[in-house]
């Protein structure tokens, strides 16, 4: 659900990423105060994570269209609100600037819509209305699901209304959300599951994670816990990307359907041009591969009689996404904390 810059105009893109600042300044004030020394590398291993799980696109089965983890809800679960759209944003960032994944326009929007409302609105349902504020691991899951979904339709509708009031790609409202909807229900139910076996299988092993109160458990290190993150995020983003779905996600998928176009194309001159062509400059490896690589191929993707699309390229870039997300979280993270010590 990556917005890219074709969708907006600057008037909008502006105006989100001015909120999306402003969102994120206010995170960091709040969480200098709560940030302890035993998290500061978990928000930098959990972007890391999201960041490959992100590479793994899932078919949605009879529509052509796939989907992928929005990681959202998980990360406020596990670090709070404030710190995980800190993470996601870093997430977003490295994508956008190395990997031309999103629009730098649409850089705040996406903040917003893959960061702010899964973490501020779609999060605080999991506790209070959903799964209670004693919460055990099986309603944590059903809530989870519910929670994932509700995020995910809140993304969709904000993509919606961010198109349509940018004016410049001529998709009209009813029959861009008539379609947006429905696919994103079906994607918001996959990263439900998803969502809710990773916490309850983290809820069992590391309850402390959650708020659980239990003698001994606030001093366990949480060493492990970073440990197994980062080789997950090595695995999923070095090897299982390999079998992300070829579809097109799906913020495309509706976008080809509505204008007819497999892609839109963005004004050639004024802001556009001039942060397309910084795109191009910055992104070391666009579209997750090495400079040329699809080109080279010939745009050959993996056919349905594949099991596996096996890529060098693919696999260097989940590798040096991961590494560079968890620089930008986990650094954020230290300075941060530095700052809070120091006034404290």
């Not at 659900?1 to 999306?20: C, E, K």
């Not at 999923?236 to 097109?248: C, K, M, Q």
């Not at 993707?301 to 968890?326: E, Q």
Request: aromatic share 8%.
């Amino acid at each position: 659900m990556h917005m890219a810059d074709a969708l907006l105009s600057p008037a909008v893109g502006g105006t989100m990423w001015a909120a999306s600042a402003g969102l994120l300044a206010y995170s960091s004030s709040r969480l200098k105060s709560s940030l302890d020394d035993r998290r500061v590398p978990l928000m930098g291993v959990l972007a890391a994570f999201v960041f490959a799980a992100q590479m793994i696109n899932f078919s949605i089965p009879g529509t052509g269209s796939s989907g992928h983890l929005g990681g959202g809800l998980i990360l406020a679960v596990l670090l709070g609100p404030h710190a995980a759209l800190l993470s996601i944003a870093s997430v977003l960032a490295v994508q956008a600037l190395f990997f031309a994944d999103g629009g730098l326009l649409a850089l705040g929007c996406n903040i917003f819509n893959l960061g702010f409302l899964p973490c501020f609105l779609a999060y605080p349902l999991l506790y209070s209305p959903l799964a209670g504020a004693a919460s055990n691991r099986s309603r944590l899951m059903s809530a989870a699901v519910i929670a994932a979904v509700i995020g995910l339709q809140l993304g969709a509708f904000g993509v919606v209304l961010e198109t349509v009031a940018s004016g410049i790609s001529e998709l009209p409202f009813s029959s861009f959300v008539l379609l947006m909807l429905p696919i994103h229900l079906a994607i918001g139910l996959v990263e439900g599951v998803v969502t809710a076996t990773l916490l309850a299988f983290l809820h069992k092993a590391r309850p402390e994670l959650f708020g659980v109160a239990r003698p001994g458990l606030e001093t366990r290190s949480l060493r492990p816990v970073v440990v197994g993150l980062a080789l997950a995020a090595m695995v999923v983003g070095g090897g299982l990307s390999w079998f992300a779905a070829s579809d097109p996600d799906g913020l495309e998928w509706a976008t080809s359907k509505v204008s007819g176009k497999a892609e839109l194309s963005a004004p050639e001159t004024g802001i556009h041009a001039t942060l397309s062509a910084l795109q191009k400059r910055v992104a070391v490896l666009p579209d997750y591969n090495f400079r040329g690589a699809e080109a080279a191929k010939g745009e050959v993707r993996k056919d349905a009689d594949s099991w596996a699309s096996v890529d060098v390229g693919t696999s260097f870039s989940g590798l040096l996404g991961g590494g560079l997300t968890l620089c930008l979280a986990g650094g954020v993270a230290f300075v941060l904390r530095r700052r809070a010590q120091a006034k404290a």
